[in-house]
Every structure is written in structure tokens, then in C-alpha cells.
């Protein structure tokens, strides 16, 4: 028994090495920070608000594919992990496609009446946060990525800045603010982390490009 | 009953029998790393085991030599790259040799000092 959780250590070890580059970070930070940045976006129809957000989305996933390439796994190496962190990284895209879903349906109801907001109602506020805190909660647990829960609050309460700002800001530096503050504060934690990580995994030296 | 002669006895003929291939702590290292995930390139196990290139190199020709690991040749986008695994031969070998050294561990535990 031992043995398996010392074997169990080892390889716990190895994936979790692959978050300590901060481009998870980095890549989710940024998906928060161009929601904000698209606040700024106040003119035209609809369809260009939408492509704002498809737009907002390009960075982070630049960063992360590119991180992740030119960053990460010439200093790491690669590595494909047994059928359990499998498993465990299909229930994480389960938990993600749920609540994509979930927020869809939620936004469709409303846009579509049949659920009925009193004026002063926070509930879209509050199932945005409790969806948020759930889906980063799972997230964390099923990658074993342990930052996950501490983003789940701070992403959560980017709706809650959002209310309480707006009478302050206005309707548009309030998204900015309220989404545009963690999103960059996540960056920033990112960013430490890829500094530190670039600094104790130097580029190999050696023969180390195509392996043996 | 058995003795406390015959059971060292025993211990000494299982140390003996242990594989030494897997017994030398640098391969023994890169056999565990590659025991807990599906296949890995050598800076992966470069950067896991603490080695040097010329250290695993050598380590895995000899691994490599007792059908203990199997090399894939694999691009990634147009770039060759080299993936190792552990072959059902090497993955039988590392449990035997977890199983052996436990077995011997436990009874030299069980036994008393003089």
C-alpha cells in the first residue's frame, strides 16, 4: 500500500509540474480580461458585441497553445499520462461543457421570458457565481490543479463588482472593473509563475530534441 | 517451524535473484517514472530522474537491450520525436522486482537482532 502511494506521489508529482508554467493561469486570466475589455465595445449590433467575445477569446487561447509548445514542453519534455488522469481530464471538459451549458439555458430562458426577473432581483447574479464557484471547484478537484479553488471565488465575483459598481462606474467600467480586475489579477499570478518556472527549467542542453 | 538460518538463507537467495537490471537505482528510477504514465520522451525523464544526457542514454540502451522498454518514433507537427514505454515485459519485471524486495524487506523487519 505504501508503495502504490508512494508511486501514486511520483506521478501526482509529474502532473502537477505542468501547471507550475502559469499558462493555465495566464490562459484562463486573460479569457476574463477580454470580457471585460469587451465592455468597451458599445456600439453596433449584436453580432459585432458576439464576435467581440469570440474575439476576446484569442489571446488566451494564443497564449496557451504557444505556451504551452514553445514554452513548456521544451523545458519539461513531453509525457502522456495513464488512463486515470485520462479519465479524470474527461470529467473536467464534462464538468466545463455542463456548465457552458447550464449558462445557456439559463440566458435563453431569461432572453425568452420564461423565467420572469422582478426588477430588483439578483438571481442571474447569483447563479452566475454559484456556477463559477462549482465548475472551478470540480475543475480543481478532477485536474488535481489546487489554484483552481482560489479562482473560483475571485472569477465569482466579478457579477457581484459588477451590481455593486454599477451606479458608481456606469454600465461600462463596471464590466471592465468587474470582470477586467480578476482577469488580471490571475495574469499576474500567471506571469510570476512562468518567471519562476522559466528560471528552474532552463532550455535543456544537450540531445535532448528528439528524445534518446 | 522454520528456522531463523533457513530463512536468512532464503532472503539471501532472493537478494540474489533480484533483477539487476532494474536494481541499479538509475534505472530503477526511469522504470518507475515510466511504470506510472503511458509513455514519455527522455527530457521528461531527464528532468524527473536528475540525470545526465549521457547517463539516461546509456541507462535506457540497457533497458532498451533487456525488452524492458520500447521506443516509438513519432511526429509532432513535422518534427520527429522519440517516445518511450514500458513494455508488458518491463512492466511485469517492475512489479516482480517491487513484490521481491518488499517480501525481503519484510522478513529481514520480522527478524531480531543478535
Known amino acids: 500500500m505504501a508503495e502504490n502511494m508512494s508511486l501514486d506521489r511520483m506521478e501526482r508529482r509529474a502532473w502537477r509540474l505542468y501547471f507550475q508554467d502559469g499558462v493555465m493561469d495566464m490562459f484562463l486570466g486573460l479569457i476574463w480580461l477580454g470580457l471585460g475589455l469587451v465592455s468597451l465595445v458599445e456600439t453596433g449590433t449584436d453580432v459585432i458585441r458576439f464576435m467581440g467575445y469570440v474575439l476576446a477569446l484569442v489571446p488566451a487561447y494564443a497564449v496557451f497553445v504557444l505556451g504551452k509548445r514553445y514554452i513548456t514542453t521544451p523545458r519539461l519534455g513531453m509525457v502522456r499520462f495513464g488512463a486515470r488522469r485520462k479519465s479524470r481530464t474527461f470529467r473536467a471538459t464534462l464538468a466545463l461543457a455542463a456548465s457552458v451549458v447550464f449558462g445557456f439555458v439559463v440566458m435563453f430562458l431569461v432572453i425568452a421570458k420564461v423565467i420572469v426577473l422582478a426588477s430588483d432581483a439578483q438571481i442571474p447574479a447569483v447563479a452566475f457565481g454559484a456556477n463559477?464557484?462549482?465548475?472551478?471547484?470540480?475543475?480543481?478537484?478532477?485536474?488535481?490543479?489546487?489554484?483552481?479553488?482560489?479562482?473560483?471565488?475571485?472569477?465569482?465575483?466579478s457579477i457581484l463588482i459588477v451590481e455593486v459598481t454599477r451606479g458608481l462606474l456606469g454600465t461600462t467600467f463596471n464590466v471592465l472593473i468587474g470582470f477586467g480586475v480578476p482577469g488580471a489579477i490571475v495574469v499576474l499570478i500567471g506571469a510570476v509563475y512562468l518567471?519562476?518556472?522559466?528560471?528552474?527549467?532552463?532550455?535543456?542542453?544537450?540531445?535532448?530534441?528528439s528524445g534518446v | 517451524m522454520v528456522s531463523r538460518d533457513q530463512t536468512?538463507?532464503?532472503?539471501?537467495?532472493?537478494?540474489?535473484?533480484?533483477?539487476?537490471?532494474?536494481?541499479?537505482?538509475?534505472?530503477?528510477?526511469?522504470?518507475?517514472?515510466?511504470?506510472?504514465?503511458?509513455?514519455?520522451?527522455?527530457?521528461?525523464?531527464?528532468?524527473?530522474?536528475?540525470?545526465?544526457?549521457?547517463?539516461?542514454?546509456?541507462?535506457?540502451?540497457?533497458?532498451?537491450?533487456?525488452?524492458?522498454?520500447?521506443?516509438?518514433?513519432?511526429?509532432?507537427?513535422?518534427?520527429?520525436?522519440?517516445?518511450?514505454?514500458?513494455?508488458?515485459k518491463g512492466r511485469t519485471a517492475f512489479e516482480d522486482y517491487r513484490s521481491r524486495m518488499k517480501h525481503l524487506f519484510d522478513d529481514i523487519r520480522g527478524g531480531k537482532p543478535t
Open chain 1, 132 to 157: 463559477v464557484i462549482i465548475l472551478f471547484g470540480a475543475m480543481a478537484y478532477f485536474l488535481d490543479f489546487n489554484r483552481l479553488y482560489a479562482y473560483g471565488p475571485l472569477f465569482a465575483s
Open chain 1, 195 to 209: 518567471v519562476r518556472f522559466v528560471r528552474a527549467y532552463p532550455l535543456p542542453r544537450g540531445d535532448g530534441s
Open chain 2, 8 to 88: 536468512v538463507e532464503d532472503n539471501l537467495q532472493d537478494l540474489a535473484s533480484v533483477d539487476k537490471v532494474i536494481h541499479e537505482p538509475a534505472r530503477l528510477s526511469i522504470v518507475a517514472h515510466l511504470y506510472v504514465v503511458e509513455s514519455a520522451d527522455a527530457l521528461f525523464l531527464l528532468r524527473q530522474t536528475g540525470l545526465t544526457w549521457g547517463n539516461l542514454s546509456s541507462h535506457m540502451s540497457k533497458l532498451e537491450a533487456a525488452g524492458y522498454i520500447e521506443v516509438d518514433k513519432e511526429f509532432v507537427g513535422r518534427k520527429p520525436h522519440t517516445m518511450l514505454r514500458l513494455t508488458r
